[in-house]
């Protein structure tokens, strides 16, 4: 697989160049990890990377203004200001030595032989990297079973990415599926007669990959964007004769009939998207994320209640009270773990909520009485029932869920 680089302008010459050298920078420091992983060396290439650590460093101190952020530190993390700094670093390096590169040696010369070279190279790493991540689903180490401080967090302050490990740790048939698909690739770019194919094979995976990390906030976005783009560099070269392979030739200019039979398409085409897309905008509106919500929606815990000065019974010591937005029943949770759930039939005007228990709560109406009134306050609700013979009033203070790790965190480029 190599490219078919043609003669042409000092501009494509220099483009070509840095690019080469960009990917030569790059992939030292992951070829020489990779090396040491297989000969059992560690500690390989700590001079090279101590090189372009302190220029990193100096570089977004001096230049980019991030002080002591861009110094390298081993967070787990491949988008710290470290790395970005270090792309640019890299970048600025490429580009001068392919100056130079272009200025004492301006002809084409043997740069397609060089090309050769680098693909060779960028094959066997993105086959490394591939077979690496691929094991550790196979042989599930990077995404295991969940831990039991993931299983007892509740969902909405488990925070993006950790909700990822978490879904695909409890799917060891996906983690299979996926690590095979890696290696597969992997496997197939170490062969040149199926280089191409591993290369299709290694974007598939990495976009998906790629999405994943965009998706989640992964910390690892620089460094699946850098796979996917090695392995389009990797396709590039036969990317004309697959497509011409893959697509049905263009058939020669006929009569109306097919232009007849693309408008049709074209109608039919645009009516299942537009009608698709409609049903599922008014869905939304109904029942979805943008429907009206009931009076009392929320998330509360109970902040101060009494029986006439007194406290109230135990059985209402609930830990949570969950109004949803749409047609569920609400939640009462207990710190125990126990989750009873009641229909509210909600009278704005008469300020009164009926209350009929559903399915396990039937049979233990325990927490909540048969009706309650209410009043909104800025920090959640005043309710009051009776109890027996005595008014129970309590103060339900009400949750911000906007600040729950799951619904907080956005979405960073750097971390």
């Not at 991030?66 to 710290?80: C, E, R």
């Amino acid at each position: 697989m190599t490219l078919n680089i043609r003669p042409g302008t000092r501009v494509a010459v220099f483009l070509f160049r840095v690019s080469f050298l960009y990917w030569i920078l790059w992939g030292i420091p992951w070829a020489l990890q990779q090396f040491a992983r297989l000969t059992h060396t560690p500690g390989m290439g700590v001079r090279y990377w101590l090189l372009w650590s302190t220029i990193t460093a100096w570089v977004g101190e001096h230049i980019l203004d991030f002080t002591d952020q861009a110094v390298y530190t081993d967070l787990g993390t491949g988008d710290s200001p470290f790395f970005w700094t270090l792309v640019v670093v890299h970048i600025a390096a490429a580009c001068a030595l392919a100056a130079a590169w272009t200025a004492f040696l301006p002809r084409f010369g043997d740069n397609a032989k060089l090309n050769t070279g680098l693909v060779v190279g960028l094959r066997f790493l993105f086959a490394f990297v591939l077979i690496e991540y691929g094991a550790a689903k196979v042989i599930p180490t990077q995404f295991p079973t969940p831990p039991l401080d993931a299983l007892a967090t509740p969902l909405g302050e488990l925070p993006p990415h950790r909700l990822l490990w978490a879904f695909m740790g409890v799917s060891p048939l996906y983690n299979l599926l996926a690590g095979t698909v890696e290696m597969t690739a992997g496997a197939l770019l170490l062969f040149r007669r199926t280089a191409t194919l591993g290369a299709v094979l290694g974007i598939a995976a990495i976009a998906n990959v790629l999405a994943f990390n965009l998706a989640y906030d992964v910390s690892v976005k620089l460094f699946s964007i850098h796979l996917l783009l090695m392995g389009a560099w990797l396709f590039a070269p036969a990317a004309p004769r697959v497509l011409q392979a893959v697509l049905p030739p263009v058939p020669s200019p006929a009569p109306s009939r097919p232009t007849s039979a693309a408008a049709i398409s074209l109608v039919v085409l645009l009516l299942a998207a537009g009608l698709s897309l409609r049903e599922n905008a008014q869905d939304r509106r109904t029942y979805g994320e943008r429907a009206p919500r009931p009076p009392l929606y929320g998330r509360y815990r109970i902040a101060d209640e009494g029986i006439a000065g007194s406290v109230l019974p135990p059985l209402w010591h609930f830990a949570e009270l969950i109004i949803p937005a749409h047609r569920g029943p609400a939640q009462i949770r207990f710190p125990d773990g126990r989750v009873l759930r009641y229909r509210f039939a909600i009278d704005t005007l008469s300020k009164k909520v009926t209350v009929q228990p559903v399915g396990p709560a039937a049979g233990q109406n325990v927490a909540l009485p048969d009706s309650f009134t209410f009043r909104h306050t800025d920090a959640g609700l005043d309710v009051s029932a009776f109890s027996g013979a005595s008014l129970v009033t309590a103060h339900l203070a009400k949750v911000d869920s906007d600040t729950l790790p799951l619904l907080r965190q956005k979405f960073r480029w750097i971390h």
